[in-house]
């Protein structure tokens, strides 16, 4: 999720997550799933098969989530559990998904209560396969796997491949990293969206402009207002094609991620996603001027220039305006120290731009190298709309909220 950080939000709060554990050694790693879920502000009810019992415990899962943890199908005072917990849930994950929890979904066996919901419930159902790597590539389990995500519709996340307990190298087996899983459960649970099946074109962080092999101009941009109006619009179902310039984040699931250095590669890359784009948020801190030469050595510093030479660089929001397909829906930034909305509604006019999200450089909280930001939203009908400070996740959340209903009326 993109640098997130865990406070309820949307699409978490109040959801139902029934989280399937079956026995394999990646259920230790399902604690900390447990625990995100949870914070994020989810209603997570455990399943531990008993097989997972000997790895982890239920006393570990209640403490984390609050809520009892359930194994037994046939308990007293439980009976009809696996169907009340099957209608409850808003989605169903089971990590790690073992080759025999696998086989018996894909027979439709209900012996225990964690397969019984699997076949009573009606929520999305992710499997997190997670096994040695000769189990996996069995063809039993890859005729479960494929029976599974083919006739059943389940979603497969994973398996990453790396170092495997007991495992003959780097093979697939590994249980996929948490913070993938997370992601996936969140797009789960947002279901059809209006950005589902849209395709959105993001730009992030700064661009460096190279001076020589070494050296180069850049800016502050982090670039996390970009990587999370990415993650989340993919979390809402669309596809993301996320052009970066140099930052420090790791790439969010989801998104397509396209690395590039200058405001040139960022116009070249802009221009190749544009073509059957439905939206274009332009977050980029595009450099706005470049070294007018590009030394091909490294400068000695005998031979210090006495001033450098720039000259514009590309604007990659006016440059690929001939590449807009029609109904793109476009959404500019704009930082500003004075005369903040009249810039921005100029910037608006100029650039051709639907919605303008004007950061006022002055505020302390906004802009740069923060977690937060305090924005102001102006759109073409003359509207304009003060956000207040919030976490750079929130303000994504907003510019969505806003760009969604624009996107419908094509
Ligand atoms: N932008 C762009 N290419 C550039 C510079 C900016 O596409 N070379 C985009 C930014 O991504 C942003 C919008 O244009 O969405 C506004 O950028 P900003 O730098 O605030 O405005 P400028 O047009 O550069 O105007 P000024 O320097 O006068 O503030």
Redesign the pocket.
């Known amino acids: 999720m993109g640098g997130a950080t865990l406070a309820p939000r949307r699409p978490w709060r109040g959801r139902r997550v029934l989280l399937g554990v079956s026995g394999g050694i990646a259920a230790y790693k399902v604690v900390q799933l447990a625990r995100d879920l949870t914070l994020l502000g989810a209603e997570v009810d455990v399943v531990l098969t008993r097989a997972a019992q000997a790895f982890v415990g239920a006393v570990t899962f209640e403490a984390l989530t609050g809520r009892p943890v359930r194994s037994e199908i046939l308990a007293p005072g439980w009976a009809l559990d696996h169907i009340r917990l099957a209608r409850e849930a808003d989605v169903v994950c089971v990590a790690p998904a073992t080759a025999d929890l696998l086989a018996r979904a894909a027979a439709g066996v209900a012996s225990d209560l964690l397969s019984a919901i699997l076949l009573a419930t009606t929520a999305p159902v992710l499997l997190c396969p997670a096994m040695n790597d000769r189990m996996y590539a069995n063809p039993a389990t890859q005729a479960n796997l494929a029976r599974l995500r083919e006739r059943r519709g389940y979603r497969l996340v994973g398996p990453a491949v790396g170092p495997l307990a007991y495992g003959e190298g780097d093979g697939p087996g590994r249980l996929e990293d948490t913070g993938v899983i997370l992601a996936h459960i969140g797009r789960a649970l947002e279901g059809e969206t209006a950005l589902s099946g849209r395709r959105v074109v993001v ?1 992030a962080g700064p661009t460096r402009e190279p001076l020589d092999p070494v050296r180069f101009i850049s800016n502050r941009s982090s670039g996390r207002m970009g990587f999370e109006i990415a993650a989340a619009a993919w979390r809402r179902g669309a596809e993301v094609t996320l052009v970066a310039g140099p930052t420090a984040l790791p790439a969010p699931t989801g998104p397509a991620l396209v690395r590039v250095e200058t ?1 040139a590669d ?1 116009e070249s890359a802009v221009r190749a996603a544009l073509p059957d784009a439905d939206a274009l948020v ?7 001027f470049r070294p007018a030469q590009r030394a091909p050595e490294k400068i000695k510093k005998e031979r210090t220039p006495a001033a450098l030479a720039l000259e514009r ?6 440059e690929t305006r001939d590449a807009r397909p029609a109904g793109l829906v476009v959404v ?5 120290t004075e005369d903040v909305r009249a ?1 921005a509604r100029r ?1 608006l006019n ?2 051709d731009l639907d919605l ?1 999200v004007v950061n006022d450089a002055t505020v302390p909280g906004a802009g740069f190298e923060v977690e937060t930001n305090q924005v102001t939203i102006l759109d073409r009908t003359g509207r304009e709309e003060d956000l207040p400070l919030m976490s750079k996740q929130d303000v994504a959340e907003a510019i969505l909220d806003r760009l969604a209903p624009l996107l419908a009326r094509r």
């Open positions: 730009t405001a960022m332009m977050a980029a801190a595009v450099a706005d660089a590309p604007d990659v929001l006016r500019g930034f704009a930082l500003e810039n910037k100029e650039k303008v």
